[in-house]
């Protein structure tokens, strides 16, 4: 049944700015996060698609705004290591805000198309279209899920549990539902002829945001009472903190060995863990080449006998005559030997390679010592084993940005991963939002499959995630007093073999979202194919009772 809404008064440009800092504020950012606010993004996206003459523009203005400002760490990476000037490097996060700015724009868009609907329908139509937004933006030109809606809820696990039912980008979908019923309390509010109390909007919202709660504090109340029953087994990462202008320079690749030697031997002394994780490409240069350099690690690994994994460049050959480069995670078991290894499957643009019109000298210099690598192949996850025969350990490598996508990481766990292992090296953002914008990422995974995350990056921020999200990290990461030290962090951590609901619906649940999405839509679609041929695509609607 369609119920035609009053009109309303197009609101002013004033929509903008607290949807612009509520996506700001509500994922971390060198000012104060404030989780729970990022659900006024799309509260304030709703309201200009209700409101506004030009939702898609005044959308894709909010965005770009709150974007731009979240995603400033890609101007400090250009202007720092890429020796662009300021001038030059401060669009390039502008750039990028603009496209992020585009998917609230479309979701503004949307909204205006279903007006007619009923405020409860339209509610569940724009949850589900955000769902299926994020979903979108993880692998549309490669994907780019950053500044989710879940993710800034990281930092409080009893609001990210549904994560193991639904996925992180469902979790988002209910929080921009909860969002745009608080935008429906506030418009029935403000309209004094409305036939309708803001009550029921606002209590549905507080109703939601109760289950996520409810479910979260039951989900961690049940972890912390029942035994784990995974194989235990310590694990120990270790934080180089080698400046990314010298990592490539080879009248230091024996200083970055040594310093990553000397920190190890101290965990092996203190901690006798069962493997230690160094970071992506801790090692630069080809390991697979044998020489000094190479011989120093595995006698190292042998002498202590503790495995180790650890990031490095590797070759290897194509079916044609050129060397195929590859960002790679090494294996060495406990006597030195080679134990597998991990070739980086999804590539960053920009980073890993250039887009063919863009491969221009002008970025040689952010290119340094990476650039022209190819995605490697899927294999088997890296078995552990475990000394005085206490079993085996199955680890799935994701290296760096790998762990921001959540197919990623379930296919880990359906090749058999017991543990996900994050090697990553975000040097390249200084002191900035952007090592712990992807640490709140990639410990969303975590809680979708319910595994520990061990993650080891170069200078920040290392640190071990529960199966339910929960961390333990160097430094305090609301400070950044974990970035840019030398030191080690030790954990036991638990290889569990369990599969989450998420897990099992996976495959089906944007399917599952897009024909909800559609039954919803059908008392609309059929009054659209009842209009005359002259009508417009919003007119001829009547109310109905």
């Given at each position: ?475 305090d990461i609301r ?17 569990r073999s369990g ?29 659209w194919r009842a ?15």
């Amino acid at each position: 049944m369609i119920a035609a809404q009053p009109a309303r008064p197009a609101p002013s440009v004033w929509w903008i700015p607290p949807g612009a800092a509520a996506l700001f504020l509500g994922s971390a950012n060198p000012l104060v996060h404030l989780p729970l606010l990022i659900v006024l993004y799309p509260a304030a996206l709703y309201t200009i698609g209700l409101t506004a003459p030009q939702p898609f523009r005044r959308g894709w203005c909010a965005g770009l705004a709150g974007a731009t400002g979240g995603l400033y760490w890609i101007s400090v990476a250009v202007h720092d290591y890429g020796g662009f000037p300021w001038p030059l490097a401060v669009p390039c996060a502008v750039l990028l805000g603009m496209y992020m700015g585009l998917w609230g724009g479309l979701f503004a868009w949307l909204i205006r198309l279903l007006r007619p609907l009923p405020a409860w329908r339209r509610c569940t139509a724009a949850a589900l279209l955000w769902y299926l937004g994020e979903w979108t933006r993880g692998w549309f030109c490669t994907g780019f899920p950053w500044l989710t809606l879940a993710s800034g809820q990281s930092p409080w696990p009893v609001l990210i549990q549904s994560a193991s039912v639904i996925g992180a980008y469902g979790l988002s979908g209910l929080l921009a539902g909860l969002g745009c019923l608080l935008a429906e309390a506030v418009l029935a509010a403000g309209d004094p002829s409305a036939p309708r109390s803001p009550r029921p909007f606002l209590l549905s919202a507080c109703g939601l945001l109760g289950l996520l709660l409810l479910f979260g504090a039951a989900r961690l109340y049940q972890a912390d009472r029942e035994a784990d029953p995974g194989l235990p087994l310590t694990l120990s990462l270790i934080q180089g903190n080698v400046r990314q202008d010298l990592k490539w320079d080879p009248a230091f690749q024996r200083a970055t060995v040594d310093r990553y030697l000397t920190l190890s031997a101290g965990a092996v002394a203190a901690e006798h863990p069962d493997a230690l994780i160094w970071p992506e490409t801790s090692m630069p240069f080809f390991f697979q080449e044998g020489g000094p350099l190479s011989g120093s690690v595995r006698a190292f690994t042998r002498d202590s006998g503790t495995a180790l994994l650890f990031g490095g460049p590797a070759y290897g050959r194509r079916q044609a005559a050129a060397p195929a480069l590859y960002n790679r995670a090494f294996f060495l078991d406990a006597r030195g030997d080679d134990a597998g290894h991990y070739d980086k499957e999804h590539l960053v643009p920009f980073g890993e390679y250039l887009p063919p019109v863009l491969d221009s000298s002008l970025f040689a210099s952010l290119m340094q010592g990476l650039g022209g690598f190819s995605p490697g192949a899927s294999l088997p996850p890296l078995r552990l084993m475990l000394p005085d025969r206490r079993g085996e350990a199955m680890l799935g490598a994701l290296i760096c940005y790998e762990a921001v996508f959540p197919e990623l990481a379930r296919a880990r766990v359906a090749e058999g991963a017991q543990i996900l292992v994050n090697i990553s090296n975000d040097a390249w953002y200084n002191r900035s939002s952007a090592p712990a914008q992807h640490l709140y990422l990639a410990l969303l995974r975590s809680v979708e499959q319910e595994r520990w995350l061990a993650r080891a990056t170069n200078t920040g921020l290392t640190a071990f995630a529960d199966p339910w999200g929960r961390l333990c990290a160097l430094g305090d990461i609301r400070d950044g007093s974990g970035l840019f030290i030398e030191a080690s962090l030790t954990r036991t951590v638990r290889a569990r073999s369990g599969r989450t609901l998420y897990f099992v619906l996976h495959p089906w649940l944007p399917s599952l979202a897009f024909l909800l999405f559609l039954f919803i839509l059908w008392p609309l679609a059929r009054c659209w194919r009842a209009q005359p041929p002259n009508a417009g695509p919003l007119r001829g609607f009547r109310r109905k009772t």
